[in-house]
């Protein structure tokens, strides 16, 4: 393509597909307060935001013979409400987000539910041949619409549904001649979008593309689903390969898919247990998606919804916290709002999020910055640079502890007086430094989140080096005391 074009074709980004870019909220995992929404809402807005992709999971209030999915922090109807209200002072569309085939767990986990599994001992995926299926489908879908109004979108789900084929009842299904995996799946989406655009014909169910994407053309075509859904193609990798995606569009275009949607991310995609944001890494996956889609029909182009995953699944733990991915979801944001990234948008970027140098290239610095939540970030990134190799410093390099205060010692409650002070203070500094520091980093998240979500996130994230460092304080202790 000439350079001349792509400059074009960059410039009109905003006027093409990408004029719709949905903010994804995986409420999976630390699902924030309502007045930590209605605080960063307005930014989000700011950003270039023109939606919200909300993923609830089992922070929705289900209720009736649907109550066992509610977490235990899920948000009540009125908070539900409450934050729709609120997107809907920005201008912000909100696209739900219901599972309903595959990242089953929070539904097939429970044993009201487990026999509708595909396989017998894994709660991810649906049977997709019992009738009761599809009643527990419809009901969460029925449940979650009732708190919404004026949907355009609704999505769906089915990605990564693994296993599936290989319950008792698909396997049987299989042997009958012309049946395939590829059909079963075809089939279990249709009835589920059919169902949808039958209930509420005004609103177009999106699914991930992932189980779509190697089927045939024929069987595509053949399946009715393109004239159901809208396919969101998702890839979050830094070098995506943008030609293949072309080709991608092109064959659900030629398969009767009107039109599709892309999938970005912004966190939540470079590692399970990542604390902190690789800005560089998703803004180049941004880059890429912005050279897909000025290398696409634009009216095929619905928009994107750049993701930001909290947990891989149900069952992992939490990777970045939403306030942590803020700076790289405004980055984000702004390249594709500007078709592109430039010292320009990174100034504009800066001045909104209130930051004097945002990093791209190395993790953020502990920079302060102004934007709700951008506290967390500074003291998550003091934690996550430098706790455990403060830490570990002291316990296994510094030579008076590892000499004359190894296990063998502590266990008899043995010390050297004289080597004593050698390290002593330095335990005693280090361990109220760190203290201070998580005292305030617990103040910060109590704005945000539940107990719940910092609760394991310090247990997963500060308190196996905290624990470590009180200990040797507290032996060293029963050491002098038993000294004297």
Request: glycine share 6%; aromatic share 8%; hydrophobic share 40%.
């Amino acid at each position: 393509m000439p350079a001349a074009l792509v400059r074009w074709a960059a410039a009109g980004m905003e006027a093409s597909g990408l004029r719709r870019r949905l903010v994804h909220l995986d409420l999976k995992g630390a699902p924030p307060r309502v007045s930590y929404v209605a605080e960063v809402l307005p930014l989000l807005r700011a950003l270039g935001a023109t939606g919200l992709l909300l993923e609830y999971e089992d922070a929705f209030p289900y209720a009736g013979a649907l109550g066992p999915l509610r977490a235990q922090h899920a948000y009540s109807p009125e908070e539900i409400r409450a934050i729709l209200r609120l997107a809907k002072a920005q201008g912000l569309d909100v696209v739900p987000l219901v599972q309903t085939f595959g990242h089953m767990e929070f539904v097939l986990k429970h044993k009201e539910f487990s026999h509708l599994r595909e396989v017998k001992t894994f709660p991810n995926a649906l049977n997709p041949h019992k009738e009761e299926s599809r009643a527990l489908v419809k009901a969460m879908i029925d449940h979650v619409m009732a708190l919404h109004e004026d949907l355009k979108w609704f999505h769906i789900g089915c990605d990564e549904v693994y296993y599936l084929g290989e319950g008792e009842e698909s396997k049987q299904w299989l042997q009958q001649q012309e049946n395939t995996p590829e059909k079963l799946c075809l089939s279990h989406i249709k009835a589920v979008a059919s169902c949808l655009a039958s209930s509420y014909p005004t609103v177009t169910p999106i699914v991930w593309d992932d189980m779509l994407r190697g089927i045939s053309e024929e069987a595509l075509s053949e399946s009715g689903v393109p004239q159901l859904v809208e396919p969101m193609i998702w890839d979050y990798a830094a070098d995506l390969d943008v030609e293949s995606k072309v080709l991608l569009i092109e064959k659900y275009r030629r398969c009767g898919f009107s039109k599709v949607w892309f999938a970005s991310a912004f966190k939540g995609a470079t590692g399970v247990n990542q604390s902190l944001t690789l800005i560089g890494h998703h803004l180049k996956n941004h880059l890429q998606w912005l050279k897909v889609a000025s290398n696409s029909p634009a009216d095929v182009l619905q928009g994107i919804a750049l993701t930001g995953w909290q947990r891989y699944d149900h069952f992992s733990v939490l990777c970045e916290l939403f306030p942590v991915g803020i700076p790289s979801l405004a980055i984000c944001l702004q390249a594709l709002q500007n078709g592109g990234y430039s010292e320009k948008v990174k100034e504009n970027v800066e001045k909104l999020l209130g930051m004097s140098n945002l990093e791209t290239d190395t993790f953020m610095s502990t920079s302060l910055g102004t934007f709700p939540g951008s506290n967390i970030l500074t003291l998550v990134t003091q934690v996550s640079f430098y706790l455990r190799s403060s830490v570990d410093e002291l316990l296994e390099r510094n030579r008076y502890v590892t000499g004359w205060f190894s296990p063998y010692h502590r266990k008899r409650k043995m010390v050297h007086p004289i080597i004593m002070h050698h390290f002593q203070p330095d335990a005693i500094s280090l361990l109220s430094k760190w203290n201070a520091v998580v005292q305030d980093l617990q103040a910060a998240m109590e704005q945000v989140f539940h107990k719940c979500t910092i609760d394991e996130w310090m247990e997963e994230n500060v308190h196996p080096s905290l624990q470590k460092l009180q200990q040797v304080v507290d032996d060293l202790d029963k050491a002098i005391k038993a000294q004297n």
